[in-house]
């Protein structure tokens, strides 16, 4: 399944792959033409002259030995021979000697007396033959040298041609490699946004870094290492292959023995190699996640001394990474050279037992020609095994991390829509609503109340009492189990989420600013907040009296997170942001709670504006800045335990009473 669907990948950039794999045949044929270029060099031209010569008037390709013109019967003109004679040339150990007459070249022959000695078959045959010098050898090669330059032109334009040729089909198979992990990043980045809030409650970011990173990395090595490898050494091989049964079919049969043992070996090495690279990614995935936890905590990890302790769990996580490592490594040791090695012994074994029953010499039935390109075959065999061999482990390596990837590319996303909605007027009515984290263990329980349009609402209550989750489902980040959550009569489950949100805007406690600049965290980027869009935003919080003293002014760059700026800044950064997006629902989730008192007078000056025409919610731990809210309901365990304005719930002396009291620091003499 995971092969398949790494191919789909493929597939998309089959243009690119194909013309690679185009480029890689032509690499692939001229390279394997080569023996055959040398074996015909070597069998018809270096050895040619042992051949019938017939005398000849014609003068090309003839030589002229004892007064008479005599050619080579391959390149004799059949118009111009003289039929009487043929003559016969045959090298014996070293030389070479001329007979007068037509003689076999099978058969084991010797020199006896200035006899030529021929023994086939049982039967003993003499021959008057002429040892020629070394000159008149030569003399009788000067006919080939055209041919051998010719061929030797072929050969190394071939090589030119393997040479370009690869450099092409790995260009253009890099190229598609990249291409397919650029859209497979992209989608996985683009899966993540759709997923939903839960998914990431408990996921460390940094496995999730790594699935985007490190995960599609080791894939990105498939599509270049080896996809590249394989494809170049299964068309190799084929190539070879049918190049040595061209030359001797039974030879042939004994190297194709090569592939049921390497295929053996492929499937116990995956049986390891899988197990094993399940935990190293696992284990890279921890490692991240850890080395992001310490970033994002390195403040609290220093100030409580815990250094130590973060490292010996670090070393405890590594030191397990490093042990399964080895076991992968020790797997690929065995897989690389040494079983390569073992099958090319195996292979000059069967070699070596197939000629050996008699002596290779030029009179053989298998040539000199023959047993060169074979030669040549084998330790041309050996390249691309070796090849696949040693890409066993990225295979494997991108087949795991193509299983994790895949694995959250499966995870149920929401669809991102582009619907538009008329702004809402801003009546928010809960109905009856219940939810929970977990199953049905409900951290709301019958929750029922109604906003109306321009109204503000403070939920108060203990740590734990339900005030952030009301918030969280009416922004649809979790769904309710039970009852409705309406805005303008509309039940907001029938609303595309994006959609939804598209009129409401959010301030949490701790805001969070991205890379860039104060203006663009405000913006967002969005076309549609224009540069004085952003500064009316900035300057209705008071923003302006902060960040005057700037040295770029709203232009100031912002690092990640905004640790730069103080949480006072952040928190009217966050804030502008809210207001520049012209919510018709606003909520502030203890917006206040970290800002210094100025800062806070700068927000409560600018709240009774932005309240105006918009229904705002607002979560808060200092009771101070409610008193103006229109309803304040009072969370415990769940639950509205009650429900008013300030006077009203000042005068009930309930749990809102003693709240405020406690605040205030007044003591608190009623039953708890």
């Known amino acids: 399944m995971v092969g398949k669907r790494l191919c789909q990948y493929a597939f998309a950039f089959k243009g690119l792959i194909i013309a690679a794999l185009v480029m890689l045949a032509i690499s692939v044929s001229a390279d394997v033409l080569g023996p055959f270029i040398a074996k015909k060099v070597i069998d018809d031209h270096i050895l040619g002259i042992e051949d019938h010569w017939m005398q000849t008037s014609q003068t090309d390709a003839s030589v002229a030995y ?33 007979v007068h007459e037509e003689v076999p070249f099978e058969g084991n022959r010797s020199i006896k007396n200035g006899k030529l000695i021929v023994a086939f078959r049982g039967e003993t045959t003499a021959y008057d033959a002429d040892k020629l010098s070394i000159s008149e050898t030569l003399a009788f090669y000067q006919p080939e040298i055209p041919h051998m330059v010719k061929l030797m032109i072929i050969y190394f334009s071939l090589f030119i041609i393997a040479a370009v040729f690869h450099y092409g089909q790995y260009f253009y198979l890099q190229k598609a490699a990249n291409r397919i992990i650029q859209k497979m990043r992209i989608d996985v980045f683009g899966h993540i946004q759709r997923l939903p809030i839960r998914y990431f409650d408990n996921l460390p970011a940094g496995k999730v870094v790594a699935r985007i990173t490190n995960d599609t990395e080791a894939i990105r090595d498939l599509y270049v290492a080896v996809l590249s490898t394989f494809f170049t050494s299964v068309i190799s091989m084929t190539g070879i292959f049918a190049g040595m049964f061209i030359l001797d079919v039974k030879l042939a049969l004994l190297c194709l023995l090569l592939l049921p043992i390497l295929t053996t070996w492929m499937i116990i090495y995956r049986k390891y190699a899988s197990k094993y690279n399940h935990v190293i990614r696992s284990k890279v995935s921890e490692l991240n996640a850890m080395m992001n936890e310490s970033i994002q905590g390195m403040t609290i990890i220093q100030a409580f001394r815990r250094e130590e302790k973060m490292q010996k769990e670090f070393e405890a996580v590594n030191e397990t990474h490093f042990q399964y490592q080895n076991k992968l490594l020790s797997l690929n040791a065995l897989s690389s050279h040494n079983i390569v090695g073992i099958l090319k012994n195996l292979i000059f074994v069967a070699f070596i037992w197939y000629f ?81 984290y977990k199953g049905d263990d409900y951290v709301l329980k019958d929750i029922h109340f109604e906003a109306k349009k321009g109204e503000t609402i403070a939920l108060v209550g203990h740590t734990g009492s339900g005030k952030s989750s009301i918030m969280n489902v009416l922004f649809r980040f979790y769904d309710s189990k039970k009852g409705e959550i309406r805005i303008d009569g509309r039940n907001i489950k029938d609303i595309p989420k994006q959609t939804l949100r598209e009129h409401m805007a959010i301030v949490l406690q701790d805001p969070y600013l991205f890379t860039g600049t104060i203006r663009s965290n405000v913006s967002l980027n969005d076309p549609r907040i224009t540069p004085e869009r952003v500064d009316e935003a900035l300057k209705a919080v008071g923003a302006d009296q902060v960040f005057k003293n700037l040295e770029n002014g709203y232009d100031e760059p912002v690092v990640e997170k905004g640790s730069t700026l103080s949480s006072g800044q952040r928190q009217l950064i966050s804030f502008a942001r809210a207001l520049a997006f012209n919510p018709a629902i606003l909520i502030l989730d203890e917006a206040t709670s970290s800002i210094d008192t100025e800062t806070e ?57 003693q709240m405020y009291q406690l605040q205030q620091g007044q003591p608190n003499n009623q039953a708890g």
């Not at 391959?74 to 040339?89: F, G, M, R």
């Not at 299983?403 to 538009?420: N, S």
């Not at 504006?609 to 229904?615: A, D, H, I, P, S």
């Not at 705002?616 to 008013?644: C, M, P, W, Y």
């Open 356 to 436: 050996g029953s008699g002596a290779i010499e030029a009179h053989s039935a298998i040539t000199i020609g023959v047993l060169y390109a074979y030669v040549q075959y084998i330790n041309r065999l050996m390249n691309p095994i070796t090849d696949i061999v040693n890409q066993f482990s990225n295979l494997e390596q991108a087949l795991v991390a193509g299983e994790r990837v895949f694995r959250l590319l499966d995870e149920k996303g929401e669809d991102v829509c582009d619907e538009k909605i008329t702004r809402y007027q801003g009546n928010v009515t809960f109905d009856h609503v219940y939810f929970g």
């Open 601 to 657: 007078m700068i927000i409560q000056e600018a709240m009774e504006v932005l309240k105006k025409g918009r229904t705002t919610f607002i979560i808060a731990h200092r009771l101070s800045t409610i008193k103006n809210a229109d309803q304040i309901l009072v969370l415990d365990r769940g639950q509205i335990v009650e429900r008013g304005n300030h006077s009203e719930l000042m005068d009930k002396k309930g749990k809102y009473y």
């Open 66 to 98: 004892q007064g008479v013109n005599y050619v080579r019967q391959s390149y004799l003109d059949k118009q111009q021979a003289v039929k009487s004679e043929k003559a016969t040339i045959l090298q014996v150990e070293r030389s070479f000697y001329f």
